[in-house]
């Protein structure tokens, strides 16, 4: 994560364009992983954008609890 802080960083200072969004390292069981490479495979995507996905759902899903919860 840090390796990707600097990145970001060295390209604002540089005006150079970046992506934003975060890099994060996750650990997974190989049973996860096989998994997940099977869902992405079905829907004709990377590992990575799947994973992306799984993320997104959760965090949506935790938002919207958080909020009916209020």
């Known amino acids: 994560m840090l390796d990707d ?5 060295e390209a604002i200072r540089d005006g150079r364009d970046y992506d ?3 890099t994060m390292p996750i650990d997974i069981s ?8 099977r869902m992405a495979h079905d ?15 959760e965090i949506d899903r935790t938002n919207r609890e958080l909020t009916s919860a209020v």
């Open 5 to 9: 802080f600097i990145a970001k960083a």
């Open 43 to 57: 829907r004709d995507i990377t590992f990575n954008e799947m994973v992306e996905h799984i993320l997104r759902e």
């Open 20 to 22: 934003e969004r975060v």
């Open 30 to 37: 190989d049973a996860d992983f096989v998994s997940i490479a």
